[in-house]
T-cell receptor, first 118, second 112 residues
């Protein structure tokens, strides 16, 4: 089945630094990927839709200059948290849609990245 | 906003069937219902999806009402490893694609 790999699984960074998270579709091409954030005991919140070769579409309230998304190939999207602060500490999850599947097929999620900003 | 509502939590005895309801009263005629689950500190795992007919796979069964305004996910013989948060999702169309907006989900606890 379709597999989405996220790296790193855990990262600790100092306040003010930037962190890059990678999301790869391992055995399929994904023209569209999605980035979510999840705080403890809460549901997943969609941050942005990442489109290959074009600018990402951000959800309302998500700062595009803080959360930089690049989707330069059909198998890789990256999320960079710039000038991270402790309140950015969260669980970040990506998902991808197999471009070759028919309408209605489900999306595949990565295993998530736990970001801790100290 | 999410297009689904679910009870926040449920308990189920190990070995018994777990029936998880979901309301999606605004679903459109050609939209699917998707079920995922999330075990602590992992990404959501796909379970099943359906349009109007009942569906079954190796993990679960999905019962969709005739008016499609609600559905029930059935785990026929729940085990302790089925303890997770279960999400019922109806996709939202956006800019040429569809996105998942997660609701609060149902926290299922399987009891020994």
């Amino acid at each position: 089945g379709a597999v989405v790999s996220q790296h790193p699984s855990r990262v600790i960074c100092k306040s003010g630094t930037s962190v890059k998270i990678e999301c790869r579709s391992l055995d399929f091409q994904a023209t569209t990927m999605f980035w979510y954030r999840q705080f403890p005991k809460q549901s997943l919140m969609l941050m942005a839709t990442s489109n290959e070769g074009s600018k990402a579409t951000y959800e309302q309230g998500v700062e595009k200059d803080k959360f930089l998304i690049n989707h330069a190939s059909l198998t890789l999207s990256t999320l960079t948290v710039t000038s991270a602060h402790p309140e950015d500490s969260s669980f970040y999850i990506c998902s991808a849609r197999d471009s070759a599947t028919v309408h209605g097929y489900g999306y595949t999620f990565g295993s998530g990245t736990r970001l801790t900003v100290v | 906003d999410a297009k689904t509502t679910q009870p926040p939590s449920m308990d189920c005895a190990e070995g018994r069937a777990a029936n998880l309801p979901c309301n999606h009263s605004t679903i459109s005629g050609n939209e699917y219902v998707y079920w995922y689950r999330q075990i602590h500190s992992q990404g959501p795992q796909y379970i099943i999806h359906g349009l109007k007919n009942n569906e079954t796979n190796e993990m679960a069964s999905l019962i969709i009402t005739e008016d499609r305004k609600s559905s029930t996910l059935i785990l026929p013989h729940a085990t302790l490893r089925d303890t997770a948060v279960y999400y019922c999702i109806v996709r939202v169309a956006t800019s040429g694609t569809y996105k998942y907006i997660f609701g609060t989900g149902t926290r299922l606890k399987v009891l020994a």
